[in-house]
């Protein structure tokens, strides 16, 4: 809104400066406080209005009309219907602009004026009463008195203040918390007189005050306006009843668009009767600097928000469902993702995200040639080369185990004694073998838990019991804790028995060869320098390059990898969803603009500026969606904690919520932004005109 204004207060569009007026010969004037009473307050000259009908034909409903009407004056224009005095009226309180002519307000032209400069008159200058009186219907009395201070920028507790006083003035302390269907029409009315007054009500336009109300209610009504123009106040009354006229001071009649009469009720003098009581609401006027922050009426336009809401629940129901899916969607969808990928990479850490593994690779030259991966390099590669926790080699072979008559074919590894610290695998019950078990080639075994649960179903204490491993018996002296699957395929890690290194390689396997050594590194930023310090040493050591190194940490970043992607699909369907949902709201705002055509023209006619209509409508569309997007966030946990009882991988992290619900009301700023702003550029008088 521009913030040039008339000494200080009118605002100016314009490049004329704002300590300067025109006098209606044309001459340069400043408008000091001793010149008020010479200016008239609205002067027009020549105002022509012109409507092009839907079917293309011009109706001209006003012809030339010039007109002075000064501070303080109580005036009535009275003609027949179409007569042009309700668009006389239209145009006097700026809700339309004049086809032709020039309007001037306190010295300054209109046309120079802004769409938010002439929500500023109607907020500052002018207070209308209409005959239907259009007060919003799920409002109370004081709400609806409340409404052309909100925009002016008050706080709450002024404006309440001053609306109560207002009421209680009018006889309606008592009525306040009332809705419109709930008053009679003269209460409603004097609702309206309040709305009126509460920024001051400089100049009252009433519309057929009286044309709806029981004559007694009607007295009441037009002793009320009396009462304003007395103590100074500018009543402008429209109406087609010569007896209302009469109350009036100057009586304008209006015929065919023109003035045909001008008279002052017995006075002639009348016309600057209100100038002396009124000056100081003129200076007021004037000389106001009240300029509401842009962001005035959010926390209304939120309110009013959340009324829209409860009063159509059933269409709110079925704008939230949308947002709700799309919401639940994302949230459900990328917990089963993160769950999935959490399960994946849980299972490859089980076999060491730290870990080298050396095996025989196959030689140029050499066909089937047998693994060259001694024992000895194991103890070799941790004595030389740096950032080497330790090393485990071993040989695997799939065997039948029997105790007593029971048989059970699993898998059987020869290992050394560090294969719990290095494979973080504790025992739950005994120990582990030693080195020694290895040198002395002991029959010493340890069972996964599978085994040990196949081979002693009845629960019984496998230590110390022997079981035979190709008809070698070996003395069980521990039983390893439950691991779970491993990462490729979902092998049961626990289905397998451990023997000493030597013992298994002489006794079972018959070979003196590890058939893989797996590498433990300390620090994992450092595993590919220690994997090409590994390739280097073993290089050397073997003469040759006659094996290959795996490293699980590039298998780690793979999955990861595939993980993300994984996860990233699911959200996109997700998002579809709330897409989906974004669509529904921008249907449902634009109904709700229909719907509420008159209100928006109340609110324009009250001094509601664009941004406060736009920042309606798109608060209420933002609101629909976040509450959305709360019962969304709230329903893909439900959902989500519902696939984890029948076994799905669940993982809930805040980071999808909080987007979740942020990518929600950010859909209602985005799909809530057209309705809003077709609102917001509605016409004032087409909307109050809607039924």
Same mark, same amino acid.
């Given at each position: 809104?521009?913030?040039?204004?008339?000494?200080?207060?009118?605002?100016?569009?314009?490049?004329?400066?704002?300590?300067?007026?025109?006098?209606?010969?044309?001459?340069?004037?400043?408008?000091?406080?001793?010149?008020?009473? @010479?200016?008239?307050?609205?002067?027009?000259?020549?105002?022509?209005?012109?409507?092009?009908?839907?079917?293309?034909?011009?109706?001209?409903?006003?012809?030339?009309?010039?007109?002075?009407?000064?501070?303080?004056?109580?005036?009535?224009?009275?003609?027949?219907?179409?007569?042009?005095?309700?668009?006389?009226?239209?145009?006097?309180?700026?809700?339309?602009?004049?086809?032709?002519?020039?309007?001037?307000?306190?010295?300054?032209?209109?046309?120079?004026?802004?769409?938010?400069?002439?929500?500023?008159?109607?907020?500052?200058?002018?207070?209308?009463?209409?005959?239907?009186?259009?007060?919003?219907?799920?409002?109370?009395?004081?709400?609806?008195?409340?409404?052309?201070?909100?925009?002016?920028?008050?706080?709450?507790?002024? $404006?309440?203040?001053?609306?109560?006083?207002?009421?209680?003035?009018?006889?309606?302390?008592?009525?306040?918390?009332?809705?419109?269907?709930?008053?009679?029409?003269?209460? @409603?009315?004097?609702?309206?007189?309040?709305?009126?007054?509460?920024?001051?009500?400089?100049?009252?336009?009433?519309?057929?005050?009286?044309?709806?109300?029981?004559?007694?209610?009607?007295?009441?009504?037009?002793? #009320?306006?009396?009462?304003?123009?007395?103590?100074?106040?500018?009543?402008?009354?429209?109406?087609?009843?010569?007896?209302?006229?009469?109350?009036?001071?100057?009586?304008?009649?209006?015929?065919?668009?023109?003035?045909?009469?001008?008279?002052?009720?017995?006075?002639?003098?009348?016309?600057?009767?209100?100038?002396?009581?009124?000056?100081?609401?003129?200076?007021?006027?004037?000389?106001?600097?009240?300029?509401?922050?842009?962001?005035?009426?959010?926390?209304?336009?939120?309110?009013?928000?959340?009324?829209?809401?409860?009063?159509?629940?059933?269409?709110?129901?079925?704008? #939230?469902?949308?947002?709700?899916?799309?919401?639940?969607?994302?949230?459900?969808?990328?917990?089963?993702?993160?769950?999935?990928?959490?399960?994946?990479?849980?299972?490859?850490?089980?076999?060491?995200?730290?870990?080298?593994?050396?095996?025989?690779?196959?030689?140029?030259?050499?066909?089937?040639?047998?693994?060259?991966?001694?024992?000895?390099?194991?103890?070799?590669?941790?004595?030389?080369?740096?950032?080497?926790?330790?090393?485990?080699?071993?040989?695997?072979?799939?065997?039948?185990?029997?105790?007593?008559?029971?048989?059970?074919?699993?898998?059987?590894?020869?290992?050394?004694?560090?294969?719990?610290?290095?494979?973080?695998?504790?025992?739950?019950?005994?120990?582990?073998?030693?080195?020694?078990?290895?040198?002395?080639?002991?029959?010493?075994?340890?069972?996964?838990?599978?085994?040990?649960?196949?081979?002693?179903?009845?629960?019984?204490?496998?230590?110390?019991?022997?079981?035979?491993?190709?008809?070698?018996?070996?003395?069980?002296?521990?039983?390893?804790? $439950?691991?779970?699957?491993?990462?490729?395929?979902?092998?049961?890690?626990?289905?397998?028995?451990?023997?000493?290194?030597?013992?298994?390689?002489?006794?079972?396997?018959?070979?003196?060869?590890?058939?893989?050594?797996?590498?433990?590194?300390?620090?994992?930023?450092?595993?590919?320098?220690?994997?090409?310090?590994?390739?280097?040493?073993?290089?050397?050591?073997?003469?040759?390059?006659?094996?290959?190194?795996?490293?699980?940490?590039? #298998?780690?970043?793979?999955?990861?990898?595939?993980?993300?992607?994984?996860?990233?699909?699911?959200?996109?369907?997700?998002?579809?969803?709330?897409?989906?949902?974004?669509?529904?709201?921008?249907?449902?705002?634009?109904?709700?603009?229909?719907?509420?055509? $008159?209100?928006?023209?109340?609110?324009?006619?009250?001094?509601?500026?664009?941004?406060?209509? #736009?920042?309606?409508?798109?608060?209420?569309?933002?609101?629909?969606?976040?509450?959305?997007?709360?019962?969304?966030?709230?329903?893909?946990?439900?959902?989500?904690?519902?696939?984890? @009882?029948?076994?799905?991988?669940?993982?809930?992290?805040?980071?999808?919520?909080?987007?979740?619900?942020?990518?929600?009301?950010?859909?209602?700023?985005?799909?809530?932004?057209?309705?809003?702003?077709?609102?917001?550029?509605?016409?004032?008088?087409?909307?109050?005109?809607?039924?």
């Amino acid at each position: 809104m521009s913030t040039a204004v008339l000494d200080g207060a009118l605002p100016d569009s314009g490049d004329r400066s704002p300590s300067r007026a025109q006098r209606p010969d044309g001459n340069a004037h400043n408008n000091t406080v001793d010149d008020i009473q @010479q200016i008239p307050i609205i002067e027009l000259r020549g105002i022509q209005r012109t409507f092009i009908t839907g079917g293309g034909v011009e109706v001209r409903a006003l012809r030339g009309i010039d007109l002075k009407i000064h501070v303080g004056e109580f005036v009535a224009i009275v003609g027949q219907s179409g007569s042009g005095k309700s668009t006389m009226m239209n145009i006097l309180g700026c809700l339309d602009k004049p086809t032709a002519g020039t309007y001037l307000f306190g010295g300054r032209d209109i046309r120079d004026f802004g769409p938010d400069d002439l929500a500023w008159l109607r907020r500052e200058a002018f207070g209308f009463v209409f005959q239907s009186y259009n007060l919003l219907p799920h409002s109370t009395a004081l709400e609806n008195v409340e409404i052309p201070a909100i925009y002016a920028g008050l706080n709450g507790a002024e $404006r309440r203040l001053k609306a109560e006083a207002l009421l209680t003035s009018l006889g309606l302390g008592d009525r306040m918390d009332h809705r419109p269907s709930q008053l009679s029409g003269g209460q @409603q009315q004097r609702v309206s007189i309040a709305r009126a007054m509460i920024n001051g009500g400089n100049i009252i336009l009433a519309d057929e005050p009286t044309g709806a109300l029981d004559s007694k209610s009607g007295v009441e009504v037009i002793n #009320l306006l009396k009462g304003l123009a007395r103590q100074g106040h500018t009543v402008i009354i429209i109406t087609h009843d010569p007896k209302l006229a009469e109350h009036a001071d100057r009586i304008i009649e209006f015929s065919d668009g023109v003035v045909i009469s001008d008279r002052h009720r017995d006075r002639p003098d009348a016309l600057h009767s209100g100038a002396h009581g009124s000056n100081s609401k003129l200076r007021e006027l004037l000389m106001s600097r009240r300029v509401p922050s842009p962001l005035a009426g959010v926390g209304e336009a939120i309110r009013m928000a959340l009324s829209s809401l409860t009063a159509n629940t059933f269409r709110t129901i079925l704008t #939230l469902l949308g947002i709700v899916i799309g919401v639940a969607s994302v949230v459900a969808m990328l917990a089963i993702g993160e769950g999935a990928g959490q399960m994946i990479v849980e299972r490859i850490s089980s076999v060491g995200t730290n870990m080298l593994t050396l095996q025989p690779a196959r030689v140029e030259g050499r066909r089937n040639a047998p693994s060259t991966l001694t024992f000895e390099d194991a103890d070799a590669i941790t004595e030389s080369i740096p950032n080497v926790l330790g090393t485990l080699p071993e040989i695997q072979g799939n065997y039948t185990v029997r105790f007593g008559r029971q048989d059970y074919s699993t898998t059987v590894t020869a290992n050394t004694e560090n294969m719990p610290e290095i494979r973080n695998w504790p025992l739950a019950q005994g120990i582990y073998f030693t080195r020694d078990d290895s040198e002395t080639y002991a029959s010493v075994a340890v069972l996964g838990a599978t085994v040990a649960n196949e081979m002693f179903p009845d629960g019984s204490d496998p230590l110390g019991e022997y079981i035979l491993i190709r008809n070698v018996p070996f003395q069980i002296i521990g039983v390893l804790t $439950r691991k779970g699957g491993s990462g490729f395929g979902g092998a049961d890690q626990d289905d397998a028995v451990f023997v000493p290194l030597k013992t298994g390689a002489l006794r079972l396997f018959g070979t003196r060869v590890a058939r893989s050594i797996s590498v433990a590194v300390d620090d994992i930023e450092q595993i590919n320098v220690t994997e090409a310090n590994l390739v280097e040493f073993m290089t050397v050591r073997h003469g040759t390059q006659d094996f290959r190194v795996f490293n699980s940490a590039e #298998l780690l970043d793979t999955v990861s990898a595939s993980k993300d992607i994984f996860t990233m699909l699911l959200g996109s369907i997700g998002a579809i969803s709330l897409l989906v949902g974004g669509i529904g709201v921008m249907n449902i705002m634009l109904v709700s603009v229909t719907e509420r055509t $008159r209100e928006i023209g109340i609110r324009m006619a009250t001094g509601a500026r664009q941004f406060d209509i #736009l920042s309606q409508f798109l608060s209420e569309a933002i609101v629909v969606s976040a509450i959305g997007g709360v019962i969304g966030v709230a329903s893909g946990v439900g959902i989500g904690l519902l696939l984890a @009882q029948v076994g799905a991988p669940i993982k809930f992290t805040t980071s999808p919520m909080v987007v979740a619900f942020c990518c929600a009301a950010g859909t209602g700023l985005v799909f809530g932004f057209m309705p809003a702003r077709k609102a917001a550029r509605m016409d004032p008088v087409a909307a109050l005109a809607n039924e």
